[in-house]
Every structure is written in structure tokens, then in C-alpha cells.
């Protein structure tokens, strides 16, 4: 209990812990500008207007050709922008490609990030990402295969910046702001995914696809100098935080292990249920996320028949929706938390209830309201709006469990998380390109079942209290 009183004056949103918060918020959406140009580019880049007489190969093309053979430009569109034959497939395998790279190096740069330091591993991150997204127009031009290891690549940055953020949470976020905190870092990705599918459009249609590279791997740029200006590991090192404010972090943080380890124990978190449920969540939640992120755009496009423009202004719209609730949920858990109206692990799995029923509500609905444009615009608002509530639940729920590992863990979070978007994002290729009806019919409904079984195994299995095994153990010595 001694815990409320100096929280109560703590949260103060001029403190620089929340001007760290900014930092990383904008970073997130610089980096996911990057991730999710590519699913307003595609309209464009794609031959989805061929002429009855092009003679550069057909649209039927099978995948393996298609990562064997250059996709080659055949039509211009907007200053010599390339338009390709990618078969949905080829498109599939392309949009998964960056979770590839993610995934290679989740688990390993979140190990790194606790011992040498998140700083300057996230910053090398955005800094590598942003270069390679200004080559992405070029990789496009010499082949699906450069471009398929452009994005793997980029993925492997990415992953290196998202991972570590929570290491530097982990000492600078005091237990009773952690949801405000790192929701208003996370909600960077839905912000800069409402940017980008906002203006994406627009910039494709004025200066051509290319530039939608262009111009966030510029601002990416730019961000890292900020980046490397700004952030430091921990609070007793920063050169401009006040006495006060320190105090206040370490004295909150004081419960909880700060020392470096020497090993993981793996052993031991292998046979953790509440780790599990966690893992459970992310692999869930990433499963619709991804098809959102990734394809709403072209479903918005294919489905309700709206131009590039208009499709980019209406993908965007959701992820405002999404912006809005991450920072709210976050305001209401800690709210809830701070007088004590609720346990942590109710918040965790009321949060995560939110986040994973509501979206697979939407989605069963989708299907049976696809003649009407309002209803239809609003459920795809709805679904990434309520899917976020889940960063107040289990998103952040390995702070609570295992602050000491809270790096390593995320990245092992957001590798299963990975997998559900790689396996989501090509089986939503697959499906579509069969029949475009029944496709997506599937889709949504598959989509909810997966979300449904990790909430039931969350609500069983997910606790808030710090495990044995992530507990420092004081020895005696005579």
C-alpha cells in the first residue's frame, strides 16, 4: 500500500518518463509506416487494371515462378511508377516476409537488450529499417525475390526495435503507471498505421507508390537522431531528469530486481502455465490483428469496390479508433488499479476479455453485412478499436510476472504473435485467391475461433503476481 501515495503525485505528463513515452511513441509509428506501406503500395504496384493486349506474362502465374522470375514492370501509373503481376499468393508471400525477419530476432535481441542495453540496439534498429525502406522501390523493380529479402531484412531490424522497449520500461515505468506508460508508447502503431493508411493513398496517387518509401524512410531517419538524442537505459544515468522524479522510479521500483543475470531459466518458464496463457494471447491477437493491418486495404478495395484514394482514407479510420482506445485503456486500468476498485490480474484478464471477444464478434458479423457500406465501415473500425483494449491486459502482463526477464519475454511474446501473423497473412492469401466470397467468409470466422480459444486459455491459465523463478534470490554467505 505504500506504493499509492507517491503514484498519486507521479503521474505528472510533463516528467520525462513520459517524454520518453513520446519518443518511443513516435518511433513506433515511424516504424510501422514502414511495416504497413506496403499494404497501400500494393494496390497500386499490382496489375489489377492489365490490358487485354500485355504480352509480359499472365496474372495465373504460379508462385514458384513468381519468387523464381523478376516481377517486371508493364504499365505506368503516376510519373513511371511500376505496376507487377503478383498473384495473390506472391502477394501473401510478400506481406509475411517481414515477419520472417521479425521473428529470427525477437528472442535473441530481447536477451541482448537486458545485458548491453536497449538504446542503442532499438536505435540501430530504426536506423537499418529506415534505409531499407528507401531501397524497397528498387528491390520491387529487380524482382519478388530482392524484395521478399528487403522485408526479411526489415523485419530483422524491426524486430531488434520493437523488443527492447520493455526493457527500458522495466526501469522506468513505476508498477501503477505501466499501463498508461506503455500504452501511450504502443499506441504508436496504431497511429502511424492511421497515417499511413491516410495519406498512403494520397501520396501514391499524387507522386507515385515509390514515395510512400520514400518519405517515411526519410522521417525514420530523422527519428533516430532524436532517438539516440533522448533515450537512455535507465533513469540514474539520464543527464536531464529531475531529483524528484528519480526518487520517485526508484523508490516504486525497489521491490523488484534490477541486478543483471546470468542466465535465463528457460527450464523453469517452459513449465509456467501464466506464461503460456500470455503466449496464447499474442498468438491470438496478432492473428486478426495481422489480417486487419494487412489486408484491409485490398479487402476494402475488392470488397466494397472503393479506389486507392478512398480505400487508404477508410483503412485508416480503424486505426484512429484503435489509437484512441489503447491510450484509454491504459488511462482505465491504471484508474482502476490506483483506487484499488479491481486485482491486477481482474484488470489483466478484464482488458484481455475486451480485446479478444469484441473484435471476434465483429468479424463473424463481417460477412453477413457486406451489402451494406455504413455497417460494414463501422465493424472495421470496431475490430482493431477493441482488439488494443488487450495492451492494458496480457500485452504487458510478462511486467507483472517476471519483471527481470521482461525483455526476453516480450520478444518470446511477439515471436508467437509473429507466427500467428505469418500463418494468418498467408492463409488469408490462400483462401481468397480461391473464391473471393467464401474466402473471406473464412477468414473472419477462423480468425474468431482463434481468438476465442486464447481467451479461455488466458482466463484459466494468466496471473499477475511475480513468479518464484523470477524472483532475485539473496544468498547468505558465512
Not at 44 to 68: H, K, W, Y
Request: net charge positive; glycine share 8%; charged share 10%.
Amino acid at each position: 500500500m505504500d506504493k499509492k501515495p507517491p503514484t498519486r503525485k507521479g503521474p505528472d505528463f510533463c516528467s520525462l518518463r513520459y517524454g520518453l513515452a513520446l519518443i518511443m511513441h513516435l518511433s513506433n509509428v515511424t516504424l510501422i509506416t514502414q511495416r504497413v506501406g506496403l499494404s497501400i503500395a500494393i494496390i497500386a504496384m499490382v496489375n489489377g487494371t492489365q490490358r487485354p493486349a500485355l504480352s509480359n506474362g499472365s496474372t495465373e502465374e504460379p508462385l514458384a515462378d513468381a519468387l523464381e522470375e523478376p516481377g517486371r514492370p508493364i504499365q505506368d501509373l503516376n510519373a513511371g511508377t511500376s505496376v507487377y503481376e503478383w498473384s495473390p499468393e506472391t502477394q501473401g508471400v510478400i506481406f509475411s516476409s517481414i515477419s520472417y525477419g521479425i521473428i529470427l530476432t525477437l528472442v535473441p535481441s530481447g536477451y541482448l537488450a537486458g545485458i548491453v542495453g536497449a538504446k542503442h540496439m532499438l536505435g540501430a534498429g530504426l536506423l537499418t529499417s529506415s534505409v531499407l525502406a528507401l531501397f524497397t522501390p528498387v528491390a520491387a523493380d529487380l524482382g519478388v525475390t530482392l524484395l521478399v529479402v528487403t522485408r526479411t531484412l526489415q523485419g530483422v531490424a524491426q524486430g531488434m526495435a520493437w523488443t527492447g522497449q520493455f526493457t527500458i520500461w522495466a526501469k522506468w515505468a513505476p508498477p501503477l503507471e505501466r499501463s498508461q506508460l506503455t500504452s501511450i508508447a504502443g499506441s504508436g502503431a496504431a497511429f502511424g498505421s492511421f497515417i499511413i493508411l491516410c495519406v498512403g493513398g494520397l501520396i501514391s496517387q499524387a507522386l507515385g507508390w515509390p514515395f510512400i518509401f520514400y518519405i517515411f524512410g526519410s522521417i525514420g531517419c530523422v527519428c533516430c537522431v532524436l532517438w539516440f538524442t533522448v533515450i537512455y537505459d535507465d533513469p540514474m544515468h539520464h543527464p536531464c531528469i529531475s531529483v524528484r522524479e528519480r526518487e520517485h522510479i526508484v523508490s516504486s521500483l525497489a521491490q523488484q530486481s534490477t541486478s543483471p543475470r546470468r542466465s535465463v531459466p528457460i527450464k523453469a518458464m517452459v513449465r509456467c502455465l501464466p506464461l503460456w496463457a500470455i503466449f496464447t494471447g499474442f498468438f491470438s491477437h496478432f492473428w486478426l490483428c495481422t489480417i486487419i493491418i494487412t489486408y484491409l486495404p485490398t479487402y476494402i478495395n475488392s470488397v466494397l469496390h472503393v479506389n486507392i484514394r478512398d480505400s487508404g482514407v477508410l483503412s485508416s479510420l480503424p486505426f484512429i479508433a484503435a489509437y484512441s482506445c489503447t491510450i484509454l485503456g491504459g488511462q482505465l486500468a491504471d484508474f482502476l488499479l490506483s483506487r484499488n476498485l479491481l486485482r491486477l490480474v481482474t484488470v489483466r484478464k478484464l482488458f484481455s476479455s475486451l480485446g479478444l471477444l469484441l473484435p471476434s464478434l465483429c468479424a463473424v458479423a463481417l460477412p453477413f453485412v457486406a451489402s451494406s457500406y455504413t455497417t460494414t465501415i463501422a465493424l472495421l473500425i470496431l475490430i482493431p478499436g477493441t482488439s488494443n483494449l488487450c495492451d492494458s491486459g496480457f500485452i504487458i502482463n510478462t511486467l507483472d510476472v517476471a519483471p527481470r526477464y521482461a525483455s526476453f519475454l516480450m520478444g518470446v511474446s511477439r515471436g508467437f504473435g509473429l507466427i500467428a501473423g505469418i500463418i494468418s497473412s498467408t492463409a488469408t492469401g490462400f483462401l481468397i485467391s480461391q473464391d473471393s466470397v467464401s474466402g473471406w467468409r473464412n477468414v473472419f470466422f477462423l480468425s474468431a475461433a482463434v481468438n476465442l480459444f486464447g481467451l479461455v486459455f488466458y482466463l484459466t491459465f494468466g496471473q499477475a503476481e511475480i513468479q518464484d523463478w523470477a524472483k532475485e534470490k539473496t544468498l547468505t554467505r558465512l
